[in-house]
């Protein structure tokens, strides 16, 4: 199945701190990002790595209906939009930070999020809230990440 996935800001412009941000691209076979992410990335400054990165390499953006399950979490306008996306289109994941997850994890146990992995470990890249309480973070490189089936 291929790897499809809605990214936020932050994964973005921490990559492009350390000259990373091409991971996202080659790491999924589809990236894109919504337009709200597009808008905060280019409301920093300048010389932000992250914005500098998508001025030369664009990626593709998307357009994102609102979604109200998501607007009634109160996060911030990209992070909505990449969830309302993911939610909105099966198969796509949302990439974001671990603090935004957690926050959603925290209020909404229903719902599972993504969080991309190195190479060569295996599981689905999908963590329940359980499995995140146990672990207090993400997996390691080389650790499997099992989940219970959906």
Not at 44 to 69: F, H, K, N
């Amino acid at each position: 199945m291929a790897e499809r996935w809605v990214a936020n800001a932050s994964p973005l412009i921490v990559l492009s701190k350390i000259n990373q941000q091409q991971l996202l691209e080659q790491l999924a076979d589809e990236l894109a990002l919504p337009e709200a992410v597009l808008v905060e990335i280019n409301a920093g400054p300048e010389e932000d790595a992250a914005r500098r990165y998508l001025a030369e390499s664009p990626l593709p953006v998307v357009s994102v209906m609102p979604e109200p399950l998501v607007a009634a979490w109160d996060l911030g306008a990209g992070e909505s939009a990449v969830l309302a996306h993911a939610l909105a289109h099966p198969g796509w994941k949302a990439v974001v930070d671990d603090g935004a997850a957690g926050s959603i994890d925290s209020r909404y146990r229903h719902i599972r999020h993504h969080t991309p992995r190195a190479s060569g470990e295996t599981g689905s890249g999908c963590r329940s809230d359980s499995e995140r309480a146990a672990g207090r973070g993400f997996p390691s490189a080389g650790r499997s990440n099992s989940h219970s089936p959906s």
